[in-house]
Antibody, heavy 117, light 108 residues
């Protein structure tokens, strides 16, 4: 069974840091570009970050540029998102997603990041 | 950044009827467009990619059309499980993918 499982979410104070992980099983992520997509409470989907299949190219949305870092370890079949200088408006469910050809055929169940003092 | 605009924001349709959802891009995205369905508490699910190709396991009542800047998702005969929020996504400018704001499909 193809599965993506996120972990690492939780409660953090403004200005703090968190590292999210996304472990894949049932398939190898090395063939896929991978993405982080977030969804604030009651809001729509926001594309946060992306990384090419070999890790050579990365992308960050304007709202997280300079604060978040995406990375991947294809040997561990895992995607990461290092989040720093967290703000209240970063509070959301964070999904990892990936697929061939640009659309996202595989999604994790999401991990909740709460930013509050 | 390409802006994706979905309409309407909310669509009320009776079970068994047809639903038509629209998505417009601020500039051409060719056929690099996907549709996703999201139910409360769940992750999005890919329905359509390349504007008109159904993803694996998606019922034939879901169909997509369009190219360039205008796209449509049609659900031919609504089932109870189809009431959800639907998002379009362009991936023509990978990795600068963008999503629409969503259309909530509710029971009339």
């Amino acid at each position: 069974e193809v599965q993506l499982v996120e972990s690492g979410g939780g409660l953090v104070q403004p200005g703090g840091s968190l590292r999210l992980s996304c472990a894949a099983s049932g398939f190898s992520i090395r063939s896929y570009a991978m993405h982080w997509v977030r969804q604030a409470p009651g809001k729509g989907l926001e594309h946060v970050s992306a990384i090419s299949s070999d890790g050579g190219s990365t992308y960050y949305g304007n709202s997280v540029k300079g604060r978040f870092t995406i990375s991947r370890d294809n040997t561990k079949n895992t995607l990461y998102l290092q989040m720093g200088s967290l703000r209240v408006d970063d509070m959301a469910v964070y999904y990892c997603a990936g697929g061939v050809g640009g659309s996202y055929s595989n999604w994790g169940q999401g991990t909740l990041v709460t930013v509050s003092s | 950044e390409i802006v994706m605009t979905q309409s309407p924001a909310t669509l009320s349709v009776s079970p068994g009827e047809r639903a038509t959802l629209s998505c417009r891009a601020s500039q051409s995205v060719s056929s690099n467009l996907a549709w996703y369905q999201q139910k409360p508490g769940q992750a999005p699910r890919l329905l359509i990619y390349a504007a008109s190709t159904r993803a694996t396991g998606i019922p034939a009542r879901f169909s997509g059309s369009g190219s360039g800047t205008e796209f449509t998702l049609t659900i031919s005969s609504l089932q109870s499980e189809d009431f959800a929020v639907y998002y379009c996504q362009q991936y023509n400018t990978w990795p600068r993918d963008t999503f629409g704001q969503g259309t909530k499909l509710e029971i009339k």
